[in-house]
């Protein structure tokens, strides 16, 4: 309830400062501004150059390039007509109203993360059309050992607000890999870092790649000397040679190779039936969130969960897990009501 006595877990799943469009014209609190928002330096991550990238200042001819591992996104991992049976296979269960906007179906243990306790309680296995999907999964050298003991269905739509902000997902329980298949309509996966540790970029002389998306690095080139402008988009133009005297500071050429991690954030795109993997550090360094505006239209994300190595064959709870991991790939499981 709210300061007017008005439940909102009635009208939608907020809690405490979460909102969605459901009860933000009835709720008395609101959520606290963000900090140094206008200081965020956004990049863009290429699903195939497999680093972040902008440009600076709507340049077309610098850019800066950061590295960023972690991230694997598979394009077309299904194809439309699966992605139409999943989601009739889907529609079939009773939704549940979630925070911010969402609607949740969880198939997976009870779980206590602040006590670190969990119980099978009714938990009956992944749903069946996951085991096709796991197959598939394993055939990609990430994921050759991937195996999934909670599975998610998170539902996404803009006349709801939906959204998610920046978290961790829990390590104490959850392992090193969080996989999701996103149905119903491309999105964005928003990385964001509160560490103030310095972030490497590279500011680059480049044209448009041969991806068609993201610049790539001229290496024959010197910073210091002429940058190349592409006359267009598909770089089929001759190029012009500019000074790089000539340019105006408005095109905010950085003097430092260096930002602070927690003044940036990295959106990473996730197209209609691909299949997005975080580990390493995109799983443990930075926090990942789906912002209100990425949701343009009804987008459903099936997440499926390893065990950490506490629940390990090596684990001190092995036997815990070993019993999770039995019921989970029985695959006859019914959401959690």
């Not at 200042?57 to 394009?75: A, K, Y």
């Not at 912002?291 to 629940?311: G, K, M, P, Q, Y």
Request: proline fraction near 4%.
């Amino acid at each position: 309830m709210d300061g007017t006595g008005r439940d909102f877990a009635k009208i939608c799943g907020c809690k405490g400062i979460r909102t969605c469009l459901l009860c933000e014209g009835g709720r008395t609190m609101v959520k606290a501004p963000q900090e140094n928002v206008e200081s965020l330096v956004r990049y863009m991550y290429c699903n195939q150059c497999h680093k972040a990238w902008r440009q600076i200042g709507g340049s077309q001819c610098l850019t800066e390039e950061m590295d960023f591992p972690g991230v694997l996104v598979v394009e077309d991992f299904i194809t439309p007509e699966e992605e139409a049976d999943i989601v009739t296979v889907i529609e079939g269960t009773e939704w549940k109203m979630s925070q911010s906007g969402r609607k949740k179906q969880d198939f997976g243990p009870k779980v206590n993360f602040k006590k670190k306790k969990l119980k099978l309680g009714g938990f009956t296995g992944l749903p069946h059309f996951s085991a096709p999907l796991l197959d598939r999964m394993k055939s990609h050298d990430l994921l050759k050992d991937f195996t999934p003991v909670e599975q998610c269905h998170l539902d996404y739509d803009p006349s709801r607000g939906s959204a998610i902000d920046p978290h961790f997902d829990d390590f104490w329980l959850w392992g090193e890999r969080l996989v999701t298949v996103n149905l119903l309509a491309d999105s964005v996966l928003t990385m964001s870092c509160e560490e103030k540790d310095q972030v490497e970029v590279t500011i680059q002389q480049t044209s448009n790649c041969e991806h068609g998306k993201k610049p790539v690095t001229k290496p024959s080139l010197s910073l210091d000397s002429e940058i190349l402008v592409q006359s267009d988009e598909d770089g089929s133009q001759p190029t012009a040679v500019v000074d790089r005297q000539d340019m105006t500071s408005s095109q905010d050429v950085s003097d430092s190779n260096s930002r602070r991690y927690c003044d940036v954030e990295v959106a990473i795109p996730m197209p209609r039936r691909s299949l997005l993997v975080v580990h390493g550090n995109a799983r443990h360094k930075w926090m990942h969130a789906i912002h209100r505006e990425d949701i343009t239209s009804r987008r459903i994300a099936v997440t499926l969960r390893e065990l950490s190595a506490e629940f390990s064959a090596e684990g001190v709870q092995s036997q815990a897990g070993k019993e999770l991991i039995d019921v989970a790939l029985s695959f006859n499981g019914s959401a959690i009501s």
